[in-house]
T-cell receptor
Framework: DAKTTQPPSMDCAEGRAANLPCNHSTISGNEYVYWYRQIHSQGPQYIIHGLKNNETNEMASLIITEDRKSSTLILPHATLRDTAVYYC??????????????FGKGTKLSVKP | DGGITQSPKYLFRKEGQNVTLSCEQN?????MYWYRQDPGQGLRLIYYSQIVNDFQKGDIAEGYSVSREKKESFPLTVTSAQKNPTAFYLC??????????????FGPGTRLTVL
């Protein structure tokens, strides 16, 4: 079972910031938070990951609360092409089956003009 | 171009037939994975391979088989024992599954329909 909870759907206006929340209240100290997204009928795409510090890359920012029980993915200027299902995943950072990704149902983000 | 290819994009088979889905990567990745996705659901892990000639069952391996004879290739066979094979199948690879912050790269997927 996925160890994260996400809202099933969200809307965002084009050009505005999209803030996608994720709860992971049972996260362990050695587990990272990963975000992937999946555009309709395509394979998932990696976005970003973090442990406890906030992270930023060219696609998004990841804000993790101090207690690490929740996080928010921020798309600073959403475009229509950002419409997708966004998956929040917690995983350990080592190999074997423990390091496998476990996908929940994600949040379907709809960016509207 | 480096990447993961899956073919074909759409595949139709009659019930009771085995079918093999191909997955090839030229990223020089050690680890490869097969997932299944049903409508409105997340991905579920079928099999994964950390190195050539080695693979492990995922969460839903029953009715499936794999081989990993070459680093670049990880074909998945959907056997007649799989009760509900119609689904979207995704292949992925990562540099290694052992340590490191390795992300998984996904192929475009194969949509299998069993008639």
């Amino acid at each position: 079972d996925a160890k994260t909870t996400q809202p099933p759907s969200m809307d965002c206006a084009e050009g505005r910031a999209a803030n996608l929340p994720c709860n992971h209240s049972t996260i362990s100290g050695n587990e990272y938070v990963y975000w992937y997204r999946q555009i309709h009928s395509q394979g998932p795409q990696y976005i970003i990951h973090g442990l406890k510090n906030n992270e930023t890359n060219e696609m998004a920012s990841l804000i993790i609360t101090e207690d690490r029980k929740s996080s928010t993915l921020i798309l600073p200027h959403a475009t229509l092409r950002d419409t997708a299902v966004y998956y929040c995943i917690v995983r350990v950072n080592y190999g074997g089956s423990q390091g496998n990704l476990i996908f929940g149902k994600g949040t379907k983000l709809s960016v509207k003009p | 171009d480096g990447g993961i290819t899956q073919s074909p994009k759409y595949l139709f088979r009659k019930e009771g037939q085995n079918v093999t889905l191909s997955c090839e990567q030229n990223l020089n990745h050690d680890a490869m994975y097969w997932y299944r996705q049903d409508p409105g659901q997340g991905l579920r892990l079928i099999y994964y391979s950390q190195i050539v000639n080695d693979f492990q069952k995922g969460d839903i391996a029953e009715g499936y088989s794999v081989s990993r004879e070459k680093k670049e290739s990880f074909p998945l066979t959907v056997t007649s024992a799989q009760k509900n094979p119609t689904a979207f199948y995704l292949c992925a690879s990562s540099i290694t599954s052992g340590g490191g912050l390795d992300e998984q790269f996904f192929g475009p997927g194969t949509r299998l329909t069993v008639l």
